[in-house]
């Protein structure tokens, strides 16, 4: 099938849940490297207030998102809260009307996010942020998109394209967030919120596969 | 990890429940579990909040209270409070006269407060904010934007809440604020790495022997790790980074805060303070007021930190005027 069902997108955000879980302390981890620490731990406190309010009802993909970073943003604070609750609530909101999700759609949504995202922090690729994980993912959709490219062979490309835009920040200095303090010393360690993007990207990727 | 805790993941609500009983007589629980407020805010005065991370106490609810803040933002461990919550608190506080927003300078904080900012003018409140960056080890002095907030945050939030008290408007509480955090400088030594209860070890090293200069409140690196030394030679890196930088010079008259980072025993602070106060005084600067304590910790971290203000005349009144809170009670 090329489309999913909006109102059958449940388990893609359970993925999602589970995904930042089994990962709670592989990014405390990283973000311990050049950041604080708290990562991990923040993520999966608020991916897991969603799982536990949420688990039992019945949502569509993109209420899913909406209610997920509605979570992060007034719930979970810190830098992560307000970056994925812009991104997952613009996503949201572009997709809120469809009842099909096709590889177009999803390329279009996921590029209200990275906008969004881009209203609230200046980080451009190669600043050593998600945006090096999330901008790659959003161009690989649209291309494939505009392509006309098979939606299950779309989203391994996404796949590839967030994993190496987060292993592409293994060798950049940090220029935002509390890495960039650091300067030089940033070089030599993955970004942590890069790492949580492609996790999540990932697992929204084989989520949707799955109800293809 | 030898730690006093129940549920690690639910210390900040936890800790807020003692912290509301323990000082009934000074604050007082919001609709917002994440937003504490001052008793008896004075009637017709400009509001003062804060907010941060949390792990740093007394900072930030500790200075809730008279003359100080009248309402606080409670984060996470070491993660800003939600946008929500400064825009809580700046409802808390607000009486139509605008809110003064005094924080610190960290992407988290910024990114949230901005927001709450936004969300408050649609809703009809005036925020202003100061953005603390004291820490001259954080960044270049050409930088200073980049610089984090640190223990000065404690003498920009005395100041600005006693000219919100003193009846200053809008304007000029933020103008106090900001020449309070202006002349302010900063400087921090860590002996001992913390750890976050729900992680249970600590996220970075300081080898035993050793130092860290400049390191932060949430141990960001610092500019030089060295053998760890006596409080003499300690004391002299710290002035030698701080006094430069402002440049605080013969004749000024100061405010010194020496704060411990959480585990370093109070009476070791004091045997800092001496020393530091002999170099001070060598250079001609006169101490006007100093403050020795755990003002703003680092969870159980061992070392601490050094603030400079210089004073003016509006500076030292408002230095001087009386405040109660937990964190700071001067009458």
């Known amino acids: 099938m090329a489309t999913f069902k909006n109102a059958d997108g449940k388990p893609i955000l359970l993925k999602m849940v589970k995904g930042i879980q089994d990962n709670k302390a592989y990014l405390g981890e990283v973000d311990g490297l050049i950041g604080d620490g708290d990562h991990g731990m923040n993520m999966n406190k608020g991916f897991s207030v969603f799982e536990e309010r949420f688990k039992d009802e019945t949502f569509t993909f993109t209420e899913g998102l909406d209610e997920l970073g509605t979570i992060l943003l007034n719930e979970i604070g810190g830098s992560m809260g307000p970056i994925y609750g812009t991104i997952l609530m613009d996503m949201a909101e572009a997709g809120e009307d469809l009842e099909e999700i096709g590889v177009a759609e999803l390329a279009k949504m996921l590029e209200a996010g990275l906008a969004g995202l881009c209203e609230i922090v200046d980080a451009k690729v190669g600043d050593k942020t998600l945006v090096d994980t999330l901008s790659p993912s959003v161009d690989v959709l649209k291309a494939a998109a505009e392509g006309g ?9 996404m796949k590839e394209a967030a994993a190496k835009g987060r292993d592409s920040t293994k060798d ?5 967030g509390r890495s960039s303090r650091l300067g030089e010393r940033s070089r030599g360690v993955l970004d942590a919120g890069a790492t949580s993007c492609c996790i999540i990207l990932t697992a929204m990727a084989d989520g949707i596969t799955e109800l293809l | 990890m030898q730690r006093i805790l129940n549920n690690p993941d639910n210390i900040v609500d936890e800790m807020l429940k003692g912290f509301l009983k323990a000082h009934s007589d000074i604050v007082e629980a919001t609709e917002n579990p994440r937003v504490v407020k001052a008793k008896n805010i004075p009637e017709g005065k400009v509001g003062v909040i804060t907010g941060g991370g949390s792990g740093h106490k007394p900072a930030f609810v500790g200075y809730c209270g008279k003359n100080l803040c009248d309402a606080v933002a409670v984060g996470e461990i070491c993660s800003s409070p939600t946008a929500a919550a400064f825009l809580d608190a700046a409802k808390v506080a607000d009486q139509g006269k605008g809110v003064a927003c005094l924080y610190g300078n960290y992407s988290g904080d910024n990114m949230n407060v901005k927001m709450a900012v936004k969300q408050a003018k649609k809703a009809g409140i005036t925020v202003k904010t100061v953005v603390a960056n004291d820490d001259v080890a954080s960044a270049p002095k050409t930088e200073r934007e980049k610089r984090r907030g640190v223990a000065g945050e404690v003498l920009m939030w005395k100041v600005g809440g006693a000219k919100a008290a003193k009846g200053g408007d809008l304007d000029e509480v933020i103008a ?8 302010t400088r900063s400087v921090g030594i860590g002996l001992s790495p913390c750890t976050l209860p729900a992680v249970g070890h600590p996220n970075f090293e300081i080898k035993d022997g050793t130092m860290e200069v ?27 980074v701080v006094v430069p930088d402002y440049p605080f010079e013969a004749g000024d008259e100061v405010v010194v805060l020496v704060s411990g980072l959480g585990a370093t025993p109070v009476m070791e602070l004091y045997v800092l303070y001496d020393e530091i106060d002999k170099l001070l005084t060598e250079k001609g600067i006169k101490t006007h007021k100093a403050y020795v304590g755990n003002y703003f910790t680092s969870l159980e971290m061992m070392g601490a930190t050094l603030t400079i203000m210089k004073l003016d005349d509006e500076l030292k009144e408002l230095i001087d005027m009386p405040a109660e809170s937990m964190g700071l009670k001067q009458f």
């Open chain 2, 214 to 240: 400049g390191i932060g409140h949430h141990g960001e690196p610092g500019i030089e790790v060295c053998e760890l030394e006596s409080a003499e030679k300690m004391a002299k890196r710290m002035v030698d």
């Open chain 1, 172 to 176: 950049m200095v940090a220029k935002f």
């Open chain 1, 149 to 157: 490219k098979d939606f299950k062979a779309a989203l391994e490309e």
């Open chain 2, 176 to 183: 106090a604020a900001q020449k309070a955090i202006d002349n």
